[in-house]
């Protein structure tokens, strides 16, 4: 039986549009130093970055830029990465945004089943969408949030699995994974003995042990979870 679920972060709990994102620290980046990186460019280094970042080995936003401005050999003053870091906060209400009546799927998911967030998600940055994009803390419907940059250890390692279900107390077959992401998610989830449900936002012809197209059909499939 069914006892808790675990979900993914980014384009399961929190809608993320990447493409969106670059033209806009490009133009940022652009106006604050006089320089003109090129798109793909940009999104290389960036990841780069991202991936230290996501694992807590990037401590804040300041050294994030800073290590990205020095990977691409351009000599930032402090004062330039500190506008840089505060208008890339500020941009992210343009390509992030909550999932249809968020609030209230989990409000009543709550009564069924214990919740918990495991993600490898960048941290601060998920903790500053929450509470200054959509006006409250991100563990107000949670149970338990375990991540990468806390516990050094990405979701596809499974270390963040172990650390959840240690800390709530319960075994993998009694849990149902959440996820948009097939292999990344799904299969990831599966192999770990996990019960799984795709969130198949893209409508591909794969399934996990339920199936669903946006976040709020959870609460037609309440029973059904319990039993899978």
């Known amino acids: 039986m069914v006892k808790a679920l675990f979900f993914d972060l980014t384009d399961t709990l929190q809608n993320?549009?990447?493409d969106k994102?670059?033209?806009?620290?490009q133009d940022i980046i652009k106006k604050e130093i006089s320089y003109e990186i090129q798109p793909?460019?940009?999104k290389k280094y960036y990841q780069q970055t991202y991936e230290l970042y996501r694992l807590g080995k990037i401590k804040n936003d300041f050294d994030f830029f800073d290590l990205l401005f020095k990977q691409m050999a351009l000599n930032i003053t402090k004062?330039?990465?500190e506008k840089i870091l505060l208008q890339h906060l500020e941009i992210r209400k343009q390509f992030t945004w909550l999932p249809d009546n968020y609030n209230e799927t989990l409000i009543e998911l709550r009564k069924h089943f214990k919740l918990a967030i495991v993600s490898s998600g960048v941290w601060p940055?998920?903790?500053y969408d929450y509470e200054k994009i959509f006006g409250f803390k991100m563990k107000k419907h949670f149970d338990l949030i375990v991540n990468s940059y806390d516990e050094g250890y990405l979701k596809d390692s499974?270390?963040?699995f172990d650390i959840a279900l240690e800390k709530m107390k319960l075994k993998a077959n009694e849990v149902a994974f959440v996820g948009d992401n097939y292999e990344k998610?799904?299969?990831?989830?599966?192999?770990?003995g996990m019960k799984t449900i795709f969130l198949n936002k893209k409508k591909e012809s794969l399934g996990g042990d339920i199936t669903i197209e946006k976040l709020s059909d959870l609460l037609s499939v309440i029973k059904k979870i319990e039993t899978i």
Not at 21 to 25: R, V
């Open 40 to 42: 793909g460019q940009l």
């Open 125 to 127: 940055w998920g903790d």
């Open 185 to 192: 998610d799904i299969l990831l989830a599966k192999q770990y």
């Open 21 to 25: 994102q670059w033209p806009l620290l």
């Open 16 to 18: 993320f549009d990447w």
């Open 158 to 160: 499974g270390k963040l």
């Open 79 to 81: 004062e330039k990465i």
